[in-house]
């Protein structure tokens, strides 16, 4: 929180949790540690 960050995060209706958002660059090592996490 209060961190600004310049990637862009892309959110759709996927009922997959996986595609349901992910960054246009996701090749990010904070991207693949919460994409992990959870």
């Not at 996986?18 to 693949?32: C, I, K, M, Q």
Request: hydrophobic fraction near 35%; charged fraction near 40%; avoid cysteine.
């Amino acid at each position: 929180t209060g961190a600004k960050f310049e990637e862009i995060l892309v959110v759709t209706d996927s009922r997959d949790p996986e595609e349901s958002a992910f960054w246009l660059d996701d090749d990010l090592p904070h991207v693949r540690r919460w994409t992990e996490g959870e």
